[in-house]
Each structure stands twice: as structure tokens, then as C-alpha cells.
């Protein structure tokens, strides 16, 4: 028996012990359970940290079967990847990072003043290249082998709460309050020590409990900052849930503030279909299937059904491989079952919702 951070897992592991949530008596995953990549999502989605898994060799993850037509080669990871604006993105996004790793650290460290509209400028960059947004979605999810620090994914949530504030119809200022509130949201984090945030091995309860405080800390350091008093409370209420099952006040739906309550959705999304070691980007329905499944307390479920429902909206008329290694067609969206739309095969139409244990598990 081993304990593995759960942003180390690979598919095919098997679990060593039962895994709880909270104070929850079922547990989420019971010992022998094997892990799939969409269990994996799940685990991030719960704020998993880590788990034990039995130390007996990995099963090799599933590969589809070798009689796939040769059409289908190409994923849309792969065009996408291999497109000049997908290469600007990166290159602008990287761009993005190195200047948010020197400003951010200034401000904190140094008290340094900004011009907040200053601040903001490279994050409309990104956007303004990129005018659909489910286009920065695709860069995003495509982006994800490269970088995994904070400053990375505070642009992310910046990227991805700027976009579920425009599908959810927010005005101008509020949709600016929104990006604020995405690329502040984790600041607390810069100001714990790198020998925790970065730790490679098994970290302690009480390094653990420090990574907890980083919502207070963030809140401590920007509270007297030219900002919205919104950006505030979503850097303080981002890791809170609307089920009162988060922290660092347990507080629920109706004391958290809207801002917080997008970031939390932005956050963990970002967080589910970011880069790990064994596989490209996670397949959006499967993060669409985990929010279906559990998300519906925990986060508000108007800003949920209006982000799942555009994200889904994306992928009509893609051709699509379920894990039983059958590939389709997307030809019609549940709207009661997002993540199990019907799918064309040949000259059958199989309606995801009605069969059990079927799923899309990549995007070709
Ligand atoms: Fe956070
Ligand atoms: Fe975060």
C-alpha cells in the first residue's frame, strides 16, 4: 500500500482503503475499487488530496480497439495543438505568465501601488485574440501540459470566469469583477512557503492545514486594495460550498457572495481538467458528468446549468470515442443529461442517457 497525490494517479489503480468526504459516513470510493480517469476527475472534484492505492503493478489504461477508422487518427487535441493561433495562444498565455509572476510578487512583497487597469490588460489580451469563447475554452483545455503553477491558473480561472460571466448575461462591470475575482482568487497561496506548495512528496496534516489558510491570507493581504469589496469576498469564499461542506467558514449558499460562487465553479474546473502526468487534456464530458452527478448542492445551480449546458453546446456534430471503444457521432444534447447526449454510430442512434455505464471518453 502506497499514498499517492491524487494528481499523481494514473487509471487502473486500485484503491488500498476506503475514501470519505468530509464528515460523510458513505464513503466516496471503497477499498479494491479500481480508478478510471473519470473517478480521478471526481477525486479533484471532492478535493481529494491524496489515497492509498495497493502497490501491485498498474493495469495499462484501456486502448481502443486497433480496427478504429483511420479517420479518426487526428483528435481535436492534435488539430488543435497543431493550429498558428493555438501557438500564439500559448506563446501570449506563457507571455502572460512571466509578467503576472513579477507584478503579483511585487504587490505582495513590496506593497508596490497598481493601476488595477494596468494589471488587467495582458488577461483582455488573451481574450481579445481569441473572440469565441468556446474557442479560449479549446486553448485552454489544450494548454494543459505546460504549466501547473499558480500564476497559471489564476489566468485560467481569470480566462474561465470571464467567459461564464458573459454566458450568464453579466454587464460590462460585472464581468470585469468576475476576471478580477478569478486571477486574484488563489493570491494567498504566493505568500505560503514554495517548500509546501511545491513538495513533491507526501505532505503532513499540518502542511495540509497551512494550504488551507491561503483563502484568509489572500483576503488579509488585498483588503485595504483599490477592489471591488466582490473580488474580496471571492478571494475569501472560493474553497466555501453552497452545502456548507467548505472552508473556511462552512458558510452556505445564501452567505456567499455571487462572485465567490463563480469562482468556485471556474476554479475546480480548472482544476479537474488540468494537466496530469499520464494522459492530454481530461475530456470535458467527463468534468460535465462529475458536476451533473455531485455539483448541483455544492455549487449554484443556475451558474452550473448555464456553464455545462454552453460547454456541451460546443461539441454538437463532433465525432466523439466512448470507453467501449465505439466512436460517433454527437447528434442530439440531453437537456436533463448533459454529459449523455445521443450519438450516431453508423446507422444506430444510441441515447447515452438510457444506457448504464457508457460514456464519452475522448473527443477525436
Ligand atoms: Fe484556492
Ligand atoms: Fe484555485
Known sequence: MKKFDVKELMPGMILAEDVFVSENKIPLFEKGDILSSKDIARLTFYSVNEVSVETQPVQST?????DLPNLHK???????????????????????????????????????EFELDELMAPIYQLMSKNKNTNSVFDMLHNLRQYDDATYAHCINVALISNILAQWLRYDKDEIELATQAGLFHDIGKLMIPDSI??????????EYDEIKKHPQIGYD????????????????????????????SKLTGPQMDKFAKLI????????????????????????????????????????ILAFLQNIVNTYISDTVRLNTGEVGEIIFINRNNLSKPTIKIGNQY???SKTHNVYIEEIL
Do not use: W
Open 264 to 303: 468556485a465553479i471556474a476554479d475546480v474546473y480548472d482544476a479537474m481538467t488540468s494537466a496530469r502526468y499520464y494522459r492530454g487534456p481530461l475530456c470535458p464530458f467527463i468534468a460535465i458528468a462529475t458536476f451533473e452527478e455531485d455539483g448541483f448542492q455544492k455549487y449554484d445551480s443556475e451558474m
Open 221 to 248: 493581504c488585498i483588503k485595504d486594495f483599490p477592489l471591488s469589496n466582490h473580488v474580496k469576498n471571492a478571494v475569501l469564499m472560493h474553497h466555501e460550498r453552497c452545502d456548507g461542506t467548505g472552508y473556511p
Open 197 to 206: 506548495i511545491k513538495k513533491k512528496t507526501k505532505l503532513t496534516a499540518e
Open 74 to 112: 487526428e483528435t481535436r487535441s492534435k488539430r488543435i495543438q497543431a493550429s498558428k493561433e493555438f501557438r500564439e495562444f500559448k506563446q501570449d498565455f506563457e507571455n502572460c505568465t512571466e509578467k503576472y509572476a513579477h507584478t503579483l510578487n511585487d504587490i505582495l512583497a513590496k506593497n508596490k
Open 62 to 66: 484501456p486502448t481502443p480497439p486497433p
Open 350 to 352: 444510441i441515447d447515452l
